[in-house]
């Protein structure tokens, strides 16, 4: 989604956030300001000298009084610029912190269907460099854009003052440049958003490679990943060498017409004095002050550039902030003051929106109902619709019809707060922060103190997540990014000790038991059985073993629930059942079904 707002919409919407700085803003303006007229005034310096003492033949007095006016008017430019940094760095910064940090808060309400769409890389460049480019921005490049204006603007205006012909010639400069000026801005806006995307993708590459490093070693694909990554890296180069030579010849053009026009100037100064129509002070304070705006001139091109990157960073962080959070806290929400744990699917459809058109939904109307305490365990061949249908429980996706209740109420009419207090999960696919275990594993508990130590202890326990306490340095050991310096089976462990510290009143398990050996499966699931007692669990299983832990097993088909009993009872009445428990059982036959799924002569066979 590419943002259409003009320059001024876009640097507008900057003005809520600047809003508090602004009198330092202002300050360091005037101050900015104040560097710039002493910059203009030592010309006048010299102006005064020229005519008003050394054409009369002044003496060595006054030409040591001017040399002290012109010192004292550069310490005071010094003082002005160094003061100008001082009023407006520390507000930016913090501008810069408070944009940053409510652009993390607005990630984390943002719905999984978001992230799933958005690459890391953009969201980081987003978060990191367009902030960046926008702090340096507000304090530097708009201060100094306004005072450059202001000091082109005087030094003309003092211009006019010293000869009205000579600044004709010099202002008739302007009119090319104003022209190719607004060429350059809509085709420098242009690349300068196609390199900051660039950047973006190229920052998505590095974080996936990054961390799928393992993947790309034991595949031995490093060499097509490094291929992959210099194409990305050549394309971002040709783009900011196209902004680079854009800016050059926008700089060029915007430094050769004035020194033209100068030119021309010297030539009709100099008549102009040799027929006395302007003093020869008059002449050297004209150039003199065309020479302290010069610099001022050449500085616009650079100014106006960063004025226009600082455009596509806002667009670009809008992108987001706008993005409309669909999943949030209903307008009257309800309390469960004692909550049970009875859990029901009524009719519930969903489909996710980046579904192909002429697709079912993929979780196709399921009715399920699940008594508070039991075990139900959700079973079906792979890619039917389990993990989607357990997702909806925390409203990871809202249901697109039907409703799913907790006790009666509507999951959407409890505050997300409450509801994600309510129920707890645990995936296949851990993820661990890089935090101790203990605030990994307390990631869900508001517990503190003794308490605390008391249900972690349980929750490591009943995970057979003991291992915890013998590394470095124990329950407070660091561990690595996403838990990558521990075993798959150690990091489910942790991930299923967390939701188990949780203490939900609803348990959604999506098979975590995995990449746990046999023995340690039982071991765990002697502790479960429990601790489940009280919760109301629905347990995706892939193992037989994982299945035995149940009250009740449902049984998943085509996104529906297809049918709902006992483990017994499901296979002495059901084929599809009994097919999918023997692929559960054969590693090699559950693989196949990942690829084929089961086929009516499949079902016949193990019947
Ligand atoms: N984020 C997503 N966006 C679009 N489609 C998705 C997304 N996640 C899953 N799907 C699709 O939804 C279907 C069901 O996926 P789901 O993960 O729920 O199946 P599953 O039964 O849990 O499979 P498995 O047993 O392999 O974990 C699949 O066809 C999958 O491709």
Not at 45 to 56: F, H, P, S, W
Not at 270 to 291: C, E, K, N, R, Y
């Amino acid at each position: 989604m590419k943002n259409q707002n003009t320059l001024w919409e876009s640097l507008g919407r900057l003005y809520p956030h600047v809003r508090p700085i602004v009198p330092r803003l202002v300050l360091g303006l005037l101050c900015a300001l104040g560097a710039s007229v002493m910059a203009l005034a030592i010309p006048q310096v010299l102006r005064v000298l020229i005519n008003d003492t050394l054409a009369e033949g002044g003496s060595a007095r006054t030409v040591w009084i001017a040399s002290g006016v012109v010192l004292l008017l550069g310490v005071l430019e010094a003082t002005f610029v160094a003061l100008r940094r001082q009023f407006v760095i520390t507000p930016a910064t913090t501008v810069e912190t408070k944009m940053r940090t409510s652009f993390y808060r607005h990630l984390q309400n943002l719905t999984v269907e978001f992230h799933d769409r958005w690459g890391s890389g953009q969201l980081l460049s987003r978060a990191m460099s367009d902030l960046n480019l926008m702090r340096r921005w507000m304090a530097f490049g708009l201060i100094m854009l306004v005072v450059t204006s202001l000091t082109v603007v005087l030094g003309v205006v003092i211009m006019f003052f010293m000869s009205w012909v000579l600044a004709l010639i010099f202002l008739a400069a302007a009119v090319p440049l104003m022209v190719y000026g607004y060429r350059f801005r809509t085709s420098y806006s242009r690349v300068s958003r196609r390199s900051q995307d660039q950047a973006g993708d190229l920052a998505t590459t590095v974080e996936e490679s990054v961390h799928g490093i393992r993947v790309l070693k034991a595949f031995g694909r490093s060499r097509e990943a490094l291929e992959g990554f210099e194409v990305q890296a050549e394309e971002l180069r040709q783009t900011e060498i196209h902004k680079a030579k854009s800016l050059a010849t926008f700089s060029m053009i915007v430094t050769l017409l004035p020194e033209l026009a100068l030119g021309a100037s010297l030539i009709v100064g100099v008549m102009l004095a040799a027929s006395g129509d302007v003093s020869i002070g008059a002449l050297v304070a004209f150039f003199a002050t065309a020479a302290a705006v010069a610099g001022p001139v050449e500085f616009i091109g650079p100014l106006l550039a960063m004025t226009f990157t600082a455009k596509t960073a806002i667009d670009r962080h809008y992108e987001v902030m706008e993005s409309e959070n669909t999943i949030t806290d209903p307008a009257a929400p309800v309390h469960l003051a004692a909550p049970r744990g009875d859990v029901v699917f009524d009719a519930v459809h969903f489909r996710y929106p980046d579904a192909q058109e002429g697709t079912g939904d993929v979780v196709d109307g399921v009715d399920l109902t699940l008594r508070a305490g039991e075990t139900m365990a959700l079973v079906g061949v792979t890619g039917c619709g389990k993990s989607t249908l357990l997702q909806l429980v925390p409203r990871l996706h809202d249901v697109t019809s039907g409703s799913i209740t907790v006790d009666g109420v509507d999951v959407r009419d409890l505050t997300l707060g409450e509801l994600r207090t309510l129920v707890a999960v645990a995936f296949e696919d851990t993820t661990l922060f890089s935090t101790s275990v203990r605030d990994n594993v307390l990631m869900g508990s508001d517990a503190t103190g003794a308490e605390a130590d008391r249900i972690l202890a349980e929750a490591l326990e009943v995970a057979q997540a003991r291992f915890a306490y013998d590394l470095p340095e124990g329950l407070e050991t660091l561990i690595g990014e996403e838990g990558l310096s521990l075993s798959g089976g150690q990091r489910q462990r942790l991930a299923l000790a967390r939701a188990i510290a949780a203490q939900p009143t609803v348990l959604v398990l999506d098979d975590p038991l995995s990449a746990l050996d046999v023995a340690t499966e039982e071991r765990v699931e002697v502790g479960l059985r429990a601790v489940l007692r009280a919760t109301t669990t629905l347990i995706v299983a892939h193992r037989p073993s994982t299945v035995a832990l149940a009250d009740r097993v449902a049984l998943m088909q085509d996104g529906r629930i297809a049918d709902v009993g006992t483990h017994s009872e499901l296979l002495a009445r059901n084929d599809h059942y009994r097919y999918v428990i023997a692929s559960l059982d054969d590693e090699e036959i559950a693989q196949l079904g990942r690829t084929t799924g089961p086929t009516h002569d499949d079902e016949e066979a193990l019947a």
